[in-house]
């Protein structure tokens, strides 16, 4: 390597259950600094996945649950060799895992018709957990790439 290594940017638990998990979900939830409006709108949709999914279950939990559904395992980089460009499957390391599988929760959340952000947030964390919603196919999509690609796995970098 050229330059020494990043440093590790650890993140301090949010203040309502004292998890990491969710204060790095809310960094990426939020937009232009405001990260308290952004602390609202999670807790929100917390509340909102408790009330649908009743007293069977914790909201936290299944909100890990949902996001350990999207995160994928493989994913696919572009390798030129020899004037063609080849997609090669390659692992992915745990922190990029956890950042895709939020930011395509987010995003997929952000996409849903009308309502508060907060509404589309609990429905997009509730059909992850159900392994629905445009989060889960996202991830789908990007293993069904890998398998197809597994050919080219022997061009790793």
Request: proline share 3%.
């Amino acid at each position: 390597m050229r330059k020494a290594r990043a440093k590790k940017n650890y993140v301090a638990p949010d203040p309502k259950f004292g998890d990491t998990l969710v204060t790095s979900f809310v960094n990426n939830l939020m937009l232009q600094g405001k990260k308290s409006t952004a602390f609202k709108i999670f807790y929100d949709a917390l509340d909102r996945v408790q009330k649908k999914a009743g007293d069977e279950e914790e909201a936290l939990e299944i909100f890990k649950r949902g996001l350990s559904n999207v995160t994928p395992q493989v994913e696919v980089r572009s390798r030129r060799v020899g004037g063609a460009t080849f997609q090669i499957p390659q692992e992915i390391r745990q922190s990029r895992k956890l950042s895709m599988g939020m930011k395509w929760m987010i995003s997929f959340a952000r996409k849903r018709n009308g309502r508060s952000m907060a509404e589309k947030l609990a429905d997009e964390i509730l059909a992850s957990s159900k392994e629905e919603g445009g989060a889960f196919k996202r991830k789908e999509d990007t293993h069904r790439m890998a398998e197809a690609n597994k050919a080219f796995s022997h061009f790793r970098f």
